[in-house]
């Protein structure tokens, strides 16, 4: 019990979470980008720990993915206060930034004073925005990875169905736009996109339907599931043009198919 209690004062949320609060001061939260962020985190933080509990993880380990949870973004502060956009290939790759920022800065003793996590904590947040998890990281870390990769993912799409548009595809005329055939036939064939054929805002809303078929954990795509977030998404948004409207309501399809063969 004694050692149980110790253990979860080494990853201490609350004095993370202050710390954070103080960190984001940094930050215009009037600026809709950031204001974004910063409820992202949070509800990514909360997302994580939902899940690790679900996994039934040890008390440690579910403080650990709450953790990973509040760190994951802190690169996209400066990304959006230098750069103003999400799109890492146009500006920086968020994720080795913001591990730039916790531990070659060393800010990361601010949230948590240990340095035992650091490496589990460093893979996570390397991990979670590329295109796959990288094949040399212990079992462990994997773990963290795939946790953290579910619970941005699920938020994500979350913001989907109800963020301001223009905030999140950076774009206001969504409507107007058209989807890149590269990424279409991607998706169709390969149930995958490559990100460096992202060429619209069409293009982004369909990586946001991607991410279902790069779930790890199926109670949590269950979880997406229940919330309707799939049919939210594709109910809000429509295009003028044909051929792209038709192959929304294409990838549409074909994303509910997979949801049902998986979570059914």
Known sequence: MIESLWRCR??????????????????????????LKISHIYRVAELSKRLATMLNLSEEDILLAELIGLLHDIGRFEQIKNYHTFLDK?????AEYGNKILFEDDLIRNFITEDKYDEIIKTAISNHNKPCISNDLTNYERLHAMIIRDADKTDILYLSTVGDEKTIFENSNLCKETITDEIYYDLIQREKINYNNIHSAADILLCHFAYIYDYNFSTMLKFVDSKGYIDKMYNRFSFEDDITEERYKNIYLHTKTYIKKKTG
């Open 10 to 35: 080494e990853v201490d949320n609350n004095k993370a979470k202050l710390f954070l609060t103080k960190y984001l001061k940094n930050y215009n939260p009037e600026d809709a980008q950031i204001k």
């Open 90 to 94: 146009e500006s920086i790759d968020h």
